[in-house]
């Protein structure tokens, strides 16, 4: 069973950084999709950022190019720098990947167990 494992989270001020990193068990980043999701509480979980086998990026409308998503493929590595961190980017974070499970094209998306991030003002 491969394991998604987040790391980075913490209590930052309003206008501070952070690096959050996801650590896979066995090497899965490369070729598929990963992504950075959110949950603050009593909300529904969000996409923050999300990147393709081909290197294509999408972001949340509310990132406003504050937030970078990237991979190391080496180190099974996927991370997500965040800049200019608001009060309202208080949630738990967490890692995805989505894997092609067989030859039409199904697939299974991995989680994490999730990061808590924290900014106050």
């Known amino acids: 069973q491969v394991q998604l494992v987040e790391s980075g989270g913490g209590l930052v001020q309003a206008g501070g950084s952070l690096t959050l990193s996801c650590t896979a068990s066995?090497?899965?980043?490369?070729?598929?999709?990963v992504g950075w999701y959110r949950q603050a509480p009593g909300k529904q979980r969000e996409l923050v950022a999300s990147l393709s086998s081909s290197g294509t990026t999408n972001y949340g409308d509310f990132v406003e190019g504050r937030f970078t998503i990237s991979r190391d493929n080496t180190k099974n590595t996927v991370y997500l720098r965040m800049n200019s961190l608001k009060p309202d980017d208080t949630a738990v974070y967490y890692c995805?990947?989505?894997?092609?499970?067989?030859?039409?094209?199904?697939?299974?998306?991995?989680w994490g167990q999730g990061t808590q991030v924290t900014v106050s003002s």
């Open positions: 066995r090497r899965i980043f490369s070729g598929n999709a």
């Open positions: 995805s990947c989505t894997l092609v499970v067989n030859v039409e094209g199904a697939t299974r998306t991995l």
